[in-house]
């Protein structure tokens, strides 16, 4: 392992550091090949536009601090990072075969064979073991995170970082819920009803295993919405077809034991490392000489998958299918997104066909599959994920009915996309609102214009382009990454204060109100890369369980929204019990509890104007709730829950639309006295946010204590340049 005070010291200008061409692309994120002039070393950057990020600084800080003090041979770690303008820079060892799904792209998009796989595994797993034995969780497996160098070394990236790429627009509601990529996410990690832990990353691991295998994740050609339906309903994803049979028993043995749907019963990444499918890993020389050896270089490889991925734009838009294409796309880059149209939901239930229990594609998608990757045009690819009803325990067209049913309950209160309708009165301030569909804003080509706060992306790629390969320009020369006017501020010793340091104090005393406005989620609360459960979100919210009523009859209570259930009709009930819809209320539940963290944002924002002092430092974020400082976020809070209630009284009222005219009992606390229910909310509220209080005291406190680690290697550092001083005066 490398050890810290041998590390050399990389400059934290950006004037020191020659940016040559894009070599890959992120949700919110551009990472370059680069050089590092004084050091004679070629890097890659990543530059993160803090703007973007704005919602989550506090997370950035945290994540860019793991990344710093995490060091493993199989994990990529930041030679340091500074800022540029609105801009982050992590410099990073540059991975010059890039990652392995570029590689599968270029060379093998069938998938690897079996000895490369168990060899890329196998670094990947080393690198879990340790960032589980740290206490971190990953939370992003995939093959594009999977780096590898000309020698075959292999190293694990994207930790820390990417779980802000996710901040902005609707992306940052999508974090409040879940982080990471739909086809790889583990169905506790979609469902979010009890946490998940570094199990999580298992499952993660298992899906990168079927992905090196054939070329792609499972179900990677269907919209995050089907998605996320085929993981919770479906069995899970395995090798099990006749293309599989190339692969040993033990490859289908550790993909089987990864991809359990319940956490507990996956193995730890400690004792899956002992699995007998790595005896098949080879060393790095062999995976140099098999699929490094003879690539094109990074960039230009780079360079032809996104005009493939801009010809497949434009074929979709000629086509007319672009939604569907789009999605697929949308995959094809890696990166998750929100769909909620229910007609996705119906074509999810309606490719199950329960004679023999295996899905397929029409027509349609077929030609959409042609005309755009190969990978997916060859017959076993048209049948490639086998539906379990067993498992599930139900026939498949009851599945359909139970999409219709939704249809029907909620199709009457919300024309169109209804979770969006509910998505959008849960959320409030944000910038990006006002494209709910806006998950296909990462599809387009230079993005730019999605986001209109920042500088445009679009003359960042633009610049960076234009004039072919290896455009070499000096990192001073402005890539929209504003030198001028600037706040520099080196954080190569990556002390949170300097990493953060874009906005002044003036900056943010003067605009905090509406800097926080603009981006409401300051605190992010899924807690990234931090060893710990995810919050149930019932611990912002009145708990889903069902109860007694007064006359002793089970309801159903999710928030203050009631269901007797011996009068509800049969097609509400249905529709309630109905998987998709539960995934709905989750939803709504959590979006609720994102809108709960805001109100403690303004809280926070409110008690904190007082203070002259940043509260982006590390030990100062926890509020102070005063009567004056709490008012306006009481008075934020109302009329949040006025909003709320229109919702859930229109989707009561749209369950109520489908029930019998006689059924009528269906009851919600909107019917109780409006003052004394405000009242009891705003009472349990106030419960909440003094719970949240303690979280964050707890938090500030481990973040002391690493601000102690960081100081004490601060000082083991400025030790050995001292005894080093004189060696250098003698010479
Ligand atoms: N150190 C590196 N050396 C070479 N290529 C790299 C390096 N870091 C990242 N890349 C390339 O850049 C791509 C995007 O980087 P990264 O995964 O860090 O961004 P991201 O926004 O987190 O991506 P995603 O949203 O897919 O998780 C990677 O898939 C990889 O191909």
């Not at 990953?138 to 594009?144: I, M, N, P």
């Not at 000309?150 to 790429?165: H, I, P």
């Not at 004792?271 to 890993?281: D, E, N, V």
Request: a neutral charge; proline letters at 5%.
């Amino acid at each position: 392992m490398e050890h810290a005070l041998l590390r050399r010291r990389f400059p934290v200008d950006p004037n020191e550091y020659k940016l040559y061409e894009e070599i890959g692309e992120g949700v919110s994120a551009t990472v370059y090949r680069a050089l590092c002039v004084s050091l004679d070393d070629e890097v890659a950057i990543k530059v993160l536009d803090l703007e973007k990020c704005g919602s989550d600084l506090d997370g950035i800080r945290r994540e860019v601090q793991t990344m710093s003090l995490l060091d493993h041979p199989n994990l990529v770690r930041a030679h340091c990072s500074f800022t540029n303008g609105h801009q982050l820079w992590v410099v990073m060892p540059y991975m010059a075969a890039g990652s392995a799904l570029h590689i599968m792209k270029t060379s093998f998009p069938e998938g690897f064979d079996e000895p490369v796989i168990a060899t890329l595994l196998r670094e990947v797993l080393k690198a879990l073991v340790y960032l589980h034995s740290q206490g971190h969780i990953h939370r992003d497996v995939k093959a594009g995170n999977i780096l590898i160098d000309t020698n075959g070394a292999v190293k694990l990236g994207d930790f820390g970082v990417s779980a802000c790429m996710f901040d902005t627009g609707n992306r940052q509601r999508a974090r409040n819920t879940f982080v990471g990529t739909p086809c790889w996410m583990a169905p506790e990690v979609m469902q979010q009803l009890h946490g998940y832990d570094y199990k999580a990353d298992i499952w993660s691991f298992g899906i990168t295993a079927l992905e090196l295998a054939h070329g792609h994740a499972p179900f990677s050609k269907y919209p995050p919405m089907k998605v996320l339906l085929m993981t919770l309903q479906n069995a899970p994803p395995g090798l099990d077809y006749e293309r599989d049979k190339r692969f040993s028993k033990s490859f289908k043995d550790l993909v089987a034991t990864c991809l359990v749907k319940d956490p507990r019963k996956r193995p730890s990444s400690e004792k899956l490392l002992k699995h007998s499918f790595f005896k098949h890993a080879r060393t790095s020389e062999y995976l140099a000489r098999s699929i490094v050896d003879g690539l094109p270089p990074l960039g230009e490889r780079f360079r032809e998958l996104k005009a493939k991925e801009a010809d497949l734009l434009l074929n979709n838009k000629l086509g007319g299918e672009s939604k569907e294409q789009l999605s697929q796309k949308e995959y094809i880059r890696g990166i998750s997104g929100w769909n909620f149209n229910l007609e996705d939901l119906k074509n999810a239930a309606a490719l199950i066909d329960s004679s023999n229990g295996t899905c397929h594609y029409d027509v349609r998608d077929n030609k959409v599959k042609d005309g755009s990757q190969n990978t997916y045009s060859e017959p076993e690819h048209i049948c490639e994920e086998k539906v379990n009803h067993v498992a599930s325990g139900r026939p498949a067209e009851d599945e359909i009915q139970e999409v219709d049913d939704l249809n029907d309950a909620l199709s009457s209160s919300f024309p169109s996309r209804p979770l969006e309708a509910l998505k959008s009165c849960f959320d409030v301030g944000d910038a990006d609102d006002a494209d709910p569909t806006a998950t296909d804003s990462s599809l387009r080509p230079n993005d730019g214009s999605v986001h209109t706060q920042q500088l445009p992306k679009s003359e960042h790629r633009k610049s960076a382009h234009c004039n072919g390969e290896n455009l070499e320009r000096s990192a001073s020369v402005p890539l929209n990454l504003g030198n001028s006017g600037s706040h520099k501020f080196p954080s190569g010793s990556l002390i949170p204060e300097q990493i953060l340091s874009p906005y002044t104090n003036a900056d943010l005393e003067s605009g905090r109100d509406g800097f926080r406005q603009k981006n409401p989620s300051i605190r992010n609360r899924s807690g990234p890369l931090l060893f710990r459960p995810m919050k149930d979100s019932r611990t912002h919210l009145p708990a889903v369980a069902p109860e007694e009523s007064s006359d002793g009859k089970v309801v159903r209570r999710k928030g203050r929204f009631q269901v007797t259930s011996d009068n509800i009709s049969q097609k509400a009930r249905k529709a309630l019990n109905c998987p998709s819809i539960k995934v709905t209320m989750q939803y709504a539940l959590n979006y609720a509890a994102a809108a709960f963290n805001k109100i403690l944002v303004a809280s926070s924002a409110c008690s904190s104007s007082s203070s002259s002092r940043t509260s982006l430092q590390i030990g100062e974020t926890r509020p102070n709730l005063k009567s004056s400082g709490i008012l306006p976020a009481l008075q934020f809070l109302m009329q949040q829950n006025t909003m709320q209630k229109e919702v859930l009284s229109r989707l009561i009222s749209s369950i109520e639309d489908t029930s019998d005219a006689s059924d009528g009992s269906i009851t919600s606390s909107s019917q109780s006295s409006g003052a004394f229910v405000k009242e009891k909310e705003l009472q349990s509220y106030v419960i909440h946010l003094q719970q949240s209080v303690t979280e964050l005291t707890e938090e500030v406190q481990r973040l002391k204590l690493r601000n102690n680690q960081l100081e004490q290697q601060i000082g083991a550092l400025s030790k050995t340049d001292e005894r080093s001083q004189p060696v250098d005066n003698q010479q």
